[in-house]
């Protein structure tokens, strides 16, 4: 179990990813593997356990490595360097983990989220967003769609749910109707659901379906 578990709570903890994938690395046994967890700082720096009491900060930048250790020399604290590596794109300083605060401080170590797992999906990056085929609603049908938009909004206020719930037992429901899966169909051509309603010629059923639901 990785050292550095014991800082859950005072410091945002993170591990690595498999980038392809999108998720933790595991080991041969398919558990999380924990040997690489690191304290999140700001600028992409790390803190992580380099074994024993020993810690590395991990400063992703030569100049801002140089410079931390200058004012640790001008503060008169160059005895918590244990030993410096350096590479043409980074800085490495060992350190006691007594030493801790002190280079949290130094790095920005991050606090929001500190309770949160290393292994949660909130540290995974977030997907892009789906880019979606343009489509420009063509002028014959634009006051039809305004209409549906306008219908859209007054049935979501009736409904009482969230904005996306609401969508989504629009999209349901509506696809019954229609005897289609307008959210799946969508999907494989790439457009957003209510551009697709448009292009299936479909606006004056959405039109006559949420004017019966509003009246219920």
Same mark, same amino acid.
């Given at each position: 179990?990785?050292?550095l578990l014991?800082?859950k709570?005072?410091?945002? /903890?993170?591990a690595p990813?498999?980038l392809?994938k999108?998720e933790? /690395?595991?080991d041969?046994?398919g558990n999380?593997y924990?040997?690489?967890?690191y304290?999140?700082?700001?600028?992409?720096? *790390?803190? %992580?356990?380099y074994?024993?009491?020993?810690l590395?900060a991990?400063?992703?930048?030569?100049?801002?490595?140089k410079n931390?250790?200058?004012?640790?020399?001008?503060?008169g604290?160059?005895?918590?360097?244990?030993k410096?590596w350096?590479?043409?794109?980074e800085t490495?300083i060992?350190f006691h983990?007594?030493d801790?605060? !002190?280079?949290?401080k130094?790095l920005g170590?991050?606090t929001s989220?500190?309770k949160?797992s290393?292994?949660s999906v909130?540290?995974?990056?977030?997907?892009? @967003?789906p880019?979606?085929n343009?489509y420009?609603?063509?002028?014959?049908h634009k006051? *039809?769609y305004d209409?549906? /938009?306008?219908?859209?909004? *007054?049935y979501? @206020?009736?409904s009482g749910?969230?904005?996306?719930k609401? %969508?989504e037992?629009f999209?349901?429901?509506?696809?019954?109707?229609v005897k289609?899966?307008?959210v @799946?169909?969508s999907k494989?051509k790439n457009?957003?659901?209510l551009?697709?309603?448009?292009?299936?010629n479909? !606006?004056n059923?959405?039109i006559?379906?949420l004017n019966k639901? !509003?009246?219920?």
């Open positions: 179990m990785s050292y014991k800082y709570g005072t410091y945002r /903890l993170k990813i498999d392809r999108n933790f /690395l595991r041969e046994k999380y924990d040997h690489d967890i304290i999140d700082c700001k600028g992409g720096n *790390q803190i %992580y356990h074994g024993g009491k020993e590395i991990l400063v992703n930048s030569t100049i801002r490595g931390i250790i200058k004012k640790l020399k001008e503060d604290m160059e005895d918590v360097i244990l410096v350096e590479t043409d794109a490495l060992f983990v007594k801790i605060e !002190l280079f949290a130094l170590a991050r989220g500190a949160i290393p292994f909130k540290n995974l990056p977030k997907p892009d @967003k880019k979606y343009k420009e609603i063509p002028v014959e006051e *039809q209409k549906m /938009l306008e219908l859209i909004k *007054q979501i @206020k009736k749910l969230a904005i996306g609401a %969508y037992r999209y349901a429901d509506f696809s019954k109707v289609m899966d307008l @799946k169909e494989d457009y957003k659901v551009h697709m309603i448009c292009r299936l479909l !606006l059923d959405a006559k379906w639901n !509003l009246k219920m």
